[in-house]
């Protein structure tokens, strides 16, 4: 195949030319910027040597000086010892290279090649240029001791050749003796010539590789582009082919290469209700209701042909059931796919709720679990004094709809597209003024390791577009966009929380948390992690708790003062299951004693309200009443401060119980400020309290092991039944062990897995305990969770107990290596909390 004279331009713009322009840049570089730094390095170390030899025979003249101070000899004697010395000193490549010596006057004391000159007046001694060099001596080194000239002179000692030169001279203060010395700019030039000459010689051979090269890649590519062109012209008969095969089948149909449309036969476009020409414009994710890189990457793994069931999206119509067949196929070495689409809106499919909600979840949920890390953009920022035009102007230039005002380098505010249209257009206000008047304030931010749900239920409950984004130092270090997570929330578990913040009644949440079970499981089958599945839980119930206390308070009226509903135990360690009953309380701010009763009242009422309907929605009371409808736990900020100093300085089995609960405590609704405050509390009461943290290691330590002596798991639970094993019980030690290191080092996380994150970062652990504790934890977690979600599938009450016959001979080893492990935290707390006594 021959190629066109375009392919051939195309070659010669493309290398040839390129090429060259660099070869000719680097030839005139070496003329315009190295050859002059060569030239100036090189006068700037001949002036350097110069001065040096300068110097060199000054210190000969001071210590000839320093004998006739020290009396040895003459004045007259000391100059002409130094005379006679200056004279016969001689340097360079033919030490023909000399000094002299003058006085102020001036008048020559010593010059080795003109000695017609010794003992003359020098102050009418001009060079053949006309310059004074001798007065210019004199003037140098009466305004700064020492110095430069430059003057023309003999050659050496030549005195038929007169050449330019470049002296150094240095008074001798003590005689008004000026010695001096040169060199001759012609030895430069000289230098500066032979270098050019290396350079030229350099830049040649340069030339010649490069155009070597040139000339081999011009051939290569060439016999590239005629590959090319032939591998082209095949794909494209290929292409014809299946386009062919395409527009003849009776069912819409597909092509897709290089992840875009090229082809859809007129069945398809029918069924879509579009041209060709609007269906090549899109994409695969916007035509059906699943993500083409998840089935691409299915379909290169099975390397089979996969056929899922999914709608088509139609605009401004009802979507279209449809099932599509997805098939891989090569035109060449190019991947494509064959995608068949078959209409089945009409067809009768039954299908379980758990089977749609499971399909629902793991069309999102791989994205929606991500760190928000992954999503976060750099921010634009400018002055709290910055104008509004100005800033206008920088939200236009950095092609941004944010931007984040800052005072003292730290970030007090937000501006928006949307605030400039509503506070300055709309209001008319003026926009020489500063950002000031139209910024948001505070800024609301989160941490980096956040997942991207949790970003969305708080742009939904701030009602704000933007989050600032931290790192683990605290430092801001981004921007979270509202909209670049908005495709991700269809489906996922924000939807569902969406929904309970606007139910109006109970009957309608219940509807909601029937889908806890269905989405738990649906979450399980899609492999994700437990820390994962639990934020899940916490984020559904928090948000199921939050309505609840907002209906309960729209019936009794605005609350008497400011209070807090707070979660205790594993709700406030956000690791519920599926089993986990009610652990609530309310701390309401410090009131005076006539208003106290009153106040208590209105909470107690309140508390029952949300615990009544919690137990409705299948949150069971709990059975040691640590609820919010509990008098015992519904107490003002002083009230709890008070319970737990009591708690820290006692050391019965039921405050150490009770205080294993209560010190794993979070706000779920209103002024997280008092638990803020309560917490403070808390680690200043246990500081330096040994006793405490050793009667909070006691049940840790006490902890019976489910492996009898003959290495059989045994029945720990309270059951008649002697084949089930409490997981709960193996969890607890482990939950109890992070807990007592993270209340010794002041941890404020809650959760268990960002507690034991935070010990290993602290270094109060190690890599090889953190990664056993992590892993023991997500496997007991994770096994809770499909025994709890299996019962509740089967309409039974979900409860810790597995039956220990139906465990796998892997899970059992793995669990009595668990329960083995155990003994190593017993080790260590006995170590580090017993002995300290």
Same mark, same amino acid.
């Given at each position: 195949?021959?190629?066109?004279?375009?392919?051939?331009?195309?070659?010669?713009?493309?290398?040839? +030319?390129?090429?060259?322009?660099?070869?000719?840049? +680097?030839?005139?570089?070496?003329?315009?910027?190295?050859?002059?730094?060569?030239?100036?390095?090189?006068?700037?170390?001949?002036?350097?040597?110069?001065?040096?030899?300068?110097?060199?025979?000054?210190?000969?003249?001071?210590?000839?000086?320093?004998?006739?101070?020290?009396?040895?000899?003459?004045?007259?004697?000391?100059?002409?010892?130094?005379?006679?010395?200056?004279?016969?000193?001689?340097?360079?490549?033919?030490?023909?290279?000399?000094?002299?010596?003058?006085?102020?006057?001036?008048?020559?004391?010593?010059?080795?090649?003109?000695?017609?000159?010794?003992?003359?007046?020098?102050?009418?001694?001009?060079?053949?240029?006309?310059?004074? @060099? =001798?007065?210019?001596?004199?003037?140098?080194?009466?305004?700064?001791?020492?110095?430069?000239?430059?003057?023309?002179?003999?050659?050496?000692?030549?005195?038929?050749?007169?050449?330019?030169?470049?002296?150094?001279?240095?008074?001798?203060?003590?005689?008004?003796?000026?010695?001096?010395?040169?060199?001759?700019?012609?030895? %430069?030039?000289?230098?500066?010539?032979?270098?050019?000459?290396? @350079?030229?010689?350099?830049?040649?051979?340069?030339? #010649?590789?490069?155009?070597?090269?040139?000339?081999?890649?011009?051939?290569?590519?060439?016999?590239?582009?005629?590959?090319?062109?032939?591998?082209?012209?095949?794909?494209?008969?290929?292409?014809?082919?299946?386009?062919?095969?395409?527009?003849?089948?009776?069912?819409?149909?597909?092509?897709?290469?290089?992840?875009?449309?090229?082809?859809?036969?007129?069945?398809?476009?029918?069924?879509?209700?579009?041209?060709?020409?609007?269906?090549?414009?899109?994409?695969?994710?916007?035509?059906?209701?699943?993500?083409?890189?998840?089935?691409?990457?299915?379909?290169?793994?099975?390397?089979?042909?996969?056929?899922?069931?999914?709608?088509?999206?139609?605009?401004?119509?009802?979507?279209?059931?449809?099932?599509?067949?997805?098939?891989?196929?090569?035109?060449?070495?190019?991947? #494509? =796919?064959?995608?068949?689409?078959?209409?089945?809106?009409?067809?009768?499919?039954?299908?379980?709720?758990?089977?749609?909600?499971?399909?629902?979840?793991?069309?999102? @949920?791989?994205?929606?679990?991500?760190?928000?890390?992954?999503?976060?953009?750099?921010?634009?920022?400018?002055?709290?004094?910055?104008?509004?035009?100005?800033?206008?102007?920088?939200?236009?230039? &950095?092609?941004?709809?944010?931007?984040?005002?800052?005072?003292?380098?730290?970030?007090?505010?937000?501006?928006?597209?949307?605030?400039?249209?509503?506070?300055?257009?709309?209001?008319?206000?003026?926009?020489? #003024?500063?950002?000031?008047?139209?910024?948001?304030?505070?800024?609301?931010?989160?941490?980096?390791?956040?997942?991207?749900?949790?970003?969305?239920?708080?742009?939904?409950?701030?009602?704000?577009?933007?989050?600032?984004?931290?790192?683990?130092?605290?430092?801001?270090?981004? %921007?979270?966009?509202?909209?670049?997570?908005?495709?991700?929330?269809?489906?996922?578990?924000?939807?569902?929380?969406?929904?309970?913040?606007?139910?109006?009644?109970?009957?309608?949440?219940?509807?909601?948390?029937?889908?806890?079970?269905?989405?738990?499981?649906?979450?399980?089958?899609? #492999?994700?992690?437990?820390?994962?599945?639990?934020?899940?839980?916490?984020?559904?119930?928090?948000?199921?708790?939050?309505?609840?206390?907002?209906?309960?308070?729209?019936?009794?009226?605005?609350?008497? $003062? &400011?209070?807090?509903?707070?979660?205790?135990?594993?709700?406030?360690?956000?690791?519920?299951?599926?089993?986990?009953?009610?652990?609530?309380?309310?701390?309401?701010?410090?009131?005076?004693?006539?208003?106290?009763?009153?106040?208590?009242?209105?909470?107690?009422?309140?508390?029952?309200?949300?615990?009544?309907?919690?137990?409705?929605?299948?949150?069971?009371?709990?059975?040691?009443?640590?609820?919010?409808?509990?008098?015992?736990?519904?107490?003002?900020?002083?009230?709890?401060?008070?319970?737990?100093?009591?708690?820290?300085?006692?050391?019965?089995?039921?405050?150490?119980?009770?205080?294993?609960?209560? +010190?794993?405590?979070? $706000?779920?609704? $209103?002024?997280?400020?008092?638990?803020?405050?309560?917490?403070?509390?808390?680690?200043?009461?246990?500081?330096?309290?040994?006793?405490? =943290?050793?009667?909070?290691?006691?049940?840790?330590?006490?902890?019976?092991?489910?492996?009898?002596?003959?290495?059989?798991?045994?029945?720990?639970?309270?059951?008649?039944?002697?084949?089930?094993?409490?997981?709960?019980?193996?969890?607890?030690?482990?939950?109890?062990?992070?807990?007592?290191?993270?209340?010794?080092?002041?941890?404020?996380?809650?959760?268990?897995?960002?507690?034991?994150?935070? @010990?290993?970062?602290?270094?109060?652990?190690?890599?090889?305990?953190?990664?056993?504790?992590?892993?023991?934890?997500?496997?007991?977690?994770?096994?809770?969770? &499909?025994?709890?979600?299996?019962?509740?599938?089967?309409?039974?009450?979900?409860?810790?107990?597995?039956?220990?016959?139906?465990?796998?001979?892997?899970?059992?080893?793995?669990?009595? &290596?668990?329960?083995?492990?155990?003994?190593?935290?017993?080790?260590?707390?006995?170590?580090?909390?017993?002995?300290?006594?």
């Amino acid at each position: 195949m021959h190629l066109t004279p375009k392919d051939i331009r195309r070659f010669l713009s493309g290398i040839v +030319f390129p090429s060259i322009l660099a070869v000719t840049l +680097f030839i005139i570089s070496i003329y315009i910027f190295i050859i002059p730094v060569f030239e100036n390095n090189i006068m700037d170390k001949k002036r350097e040597m110069i001065s040096e030899l300068v110097n060199t025979a000054w210190s000969l003249i001071e210590d000839y000086d320093q004998d006739y101070k020290d009396s040895l000899i003459s004045l007259e004697e000391a100059q002409q010892l130094a005379i006679h010395k200056i004279e016969k000193m001689r340097y360079g490549n033919e030490s023909k290279d000399y000094f002299w010596i003058t006085d102020l006057f001036p008048r020559m004391i010593m010059h080795p090649y003109r000695k017609e000159l010794n003992g003359t007046e020098l102050t009418n001694y001009f060079d053949q240029e006309g310059k004074a @060099l =001798f007065v210019v001596a004199v003037d140098t080194v009466k305004n700064n001791n020492e110095g430069f000239i430059d003057y023309v002179w003999q050659w050496k000692d030549d005195s038929s050749r007169i050449v330019p030169k470049l002296s150094f001279v240095k008074i001798y203060p003590d005689w008004d003796w000026i010695i001096g010395t040169g060199i001759y700019l012609e030895d %430069v030039k000289e230098e500066i010539s032979a270098l050019e000459k290396r @350079l030229f010689k350099i830049a040649f051979i340069v030339i #010649g590789i490069v155009s070597i090269i040139i000339l081999f890649i011009v051939k290569q590519s060439l016999d590239i582009e005629r590959k090319r062109r032939d591998i082209e012209n095949k794909l494209k008969a290929s292409r014809r082919k299946y386009q062919s095969l395409v527009e003849a089948s009776v069912d819409g149909t597909l092509l897709v290469i290089d992840d875009q449309i090229v082809f859809s036969n007129a069945k398809f476009n029918n069924m879509l209700g579009s041209s060709a020409s609007y269906v090549l414009s899109l994409n695969f994710d916007s035509i059906f209701d699943v993500r083409w890189n998840d089935v691409k990457s299915k379909i290169k793994k099975s390397k089979q042909s996969e056929s899922i069931d999914t709608q088509l999206k139609i605009l401004n119509k009802p979507h279209k059931d449809v099932v599509i067949t997805i098939s891989m196929v090569y035109f060449g070495k190019q991947e #494509g =796919f064959i995608i068949i689409v078959k209409d089945i809106t009409n067809v009768k499919l039954v299908e379980k709720e758990t089977e749609q909600l499971s399909n629902e979840i793991q069309t999102s @949920l791989l994205l929606m679990n991500q760190s928000i890390k992954y999503f976060v953009k750099d921010l634009v920022k400018c002055d709290i004094d910055t104008s509004i035009y100005d800033v206008a102007l920088i939200m236009t230039k &950095k092609n941004q709809n944010v931007v984040f005002i800052t005072q003292n380098n730290s970030i007090i505010g937000i501006v928006t597209d949307s605030d400039l249209r509503s506070r300055v257009i709309a209001k008319n206000i003026s926009s020489s #003024g500063t950002i000031a008047q139209i910024m948001t304030a505070p800024v609301i931010n989160v941490q980096d390791n956040i997942l991207l749900y949790e970003a969305v239920l708080i742009f939904n409950k701030q009602n704000i577009t933007h989050l600032a984004v931290k790192n683990n130092k605290s430092e801001i270090i981004g %921007v979270l966009s509202n909209n670049d997570v908005h495709a991700m929330q269809r489906n996922s578990i924000s939807y569902l929380v969406r929904e309970v913040e606007i139910a109006v009644s109970v009957e309608y949440i219940q509807e909601i948390t029937n889908k806890l079970p269905i989405l738990i499981n649906a979450l399980i089958d899609s #492999g994700a992690r437990t820390q994962n599945i639990t934020r899940i839980i916490t984020s559904l119930t928090d948000a199921i708790t939050d309505r609840l206390i907002t209906l309960a308070i729209e019936s009794l009226g605005p609350p008497p $003062c &400011k209070f807090a509903f707070i979660a205790v135990g594993s709700e406030g360690r956000m690791e519920q299951t599926l089993a986990t009953d009610q652990d609530n309380a309310i701390i309401f701010e410090n009131v005076d004693k006539e208003n106290h009763l009153v106040y208590k009242r209105y909470f107690l009422e309140l508390g029952n309200k949300v615990t009544k309907a919690l137990d409705q929605l299948g949150f069971k009371y709990c059975m040691g009443e640590v609820m919010a409808n509990n008098p015992k736990w519904v107490l003002s900020l002083d009230e709890w401060k008070n319970q737990y100093k009591t708690w820290i300085n006692n050391s019965d089995p039921k405050s150490i119980l009770e205080a294993g609960i209560f +010190f794993d405590f979070r $706000c779920i609704y $209103c002024e997280k400020e008092l638990t803020d405050d309560l917490q403070d509390f808390i680690f200043q009461a246990i500081e330096n309290k040994a006793v405490f =943290f050793h009667h909070m290691a006691i049940p840790i330590l006490k902890y019976k092991s489910a492996v009898n002596l003959f290495g059989n798991i045994v029945s720990n639970s309270k059951k008649d039944d002697q084949n089930t094993l409490d997981i709960k019980k193996i969890i607890l030690p482990i939950t109890s062990f992070i807990r007592l290191y993270s209340l010794k080092n002041n941890i404020t996380e809650t959760n268990s897995l960002l507690r034991l994150e935070k @010990l290993y970062s602290l270094n109060q652990i190690n890599k090889n305990l953190y990664n056993e504790i992590n892993v023991s934890y997500n496997y007991l977690m994770l096994l809770r969770f &499909k025994s709890q979600t299996n019962e509740l599938l089967k309409k039974r009450n979900p409860d810790n107990l597995i039956d220990i016959e139906e465990l796998t001979d892997i899970e059992k080893t793995t669990i009595k &290596k668990i329960i083995s492990d155990i003994s190593n935290l017993q080790a260590q707390l006995n170590f580090d909390f017993k002995g300290n006594l």
